[in-house]
């Protein structure tokens, strides 16, 4: 909660939705770098709990907050930009995000100079402006 807490509250401090993208962005990349060993942990914690079946299910509504809050940050961005992005699209690319910044976790843990500070940043802005550049509802 405290992570998802912590993304939402760099976006809220940005204007623009592609402005609210790169500050998302950054604030896992940063944490990411300012805390190397969370990441290898939950990786970690993730393993066991998929081998227990009694604790998997508790794991898997936590981890849901991630891609549910994605969603959510997606809805708002393309509401500000004028575009009405129906909840099951939403839901879809909040697990697509939730994959790609998993995956740039996984890539930057294990070598951190081989993914750019910027390059989630930049992904989600161009994202959010061809959200954007849609036609509007």
């Given at each position: 909660a405290r992570r998802v807490s912590a993304v939402e509250a760099a976006v809220a401090q940005a204007d623009t939705p592609q402005e609210q993208a790169r500050a998302g962005a950054r604030n896992w990349m940063e944490f990411l770098r300012d805390d190397p060993g969370w990441y290898p942990l939950f990786i970690e914690f993730w393993a066991y709990a998929i081998r227990d079946p009694e604790l998997r299910a508790g794991v898997?509504?936590?981890?849901?907050?991630?891609?549910?809050?994605?969603?959510?940050?997606?809805?708002?961005?393309?509401?500000?930009?004028?575009?009405?992005?129906?909840?099951?699209?939403?839901?879809?690319?909040?697990?697509?995000?939730?994959?790609?910044?998993?995956?740039?976790a996984l890539i930057k843990v294990m070598d951190p100079d081989a993914v750019p500070e910027d390059l989630f940043g930049d992904a989600l802005s161009f994202l959010m402006a061809r959200v954007a550049d849609a036609p509007k509802a």
């Open positions: 898997a509504e936590r981890f849901a907050a991630f891609p549910r809050a994605n969603a959510r940050l997606l809805v708002e961005g393309t509401r500000q930009a004028g575009v009405h992005l129906p909840d099951d699209i939403a839901q879809r690319v909040g697990i697509l995000l939730t994959a790609l910044s998993d995956g740039l």
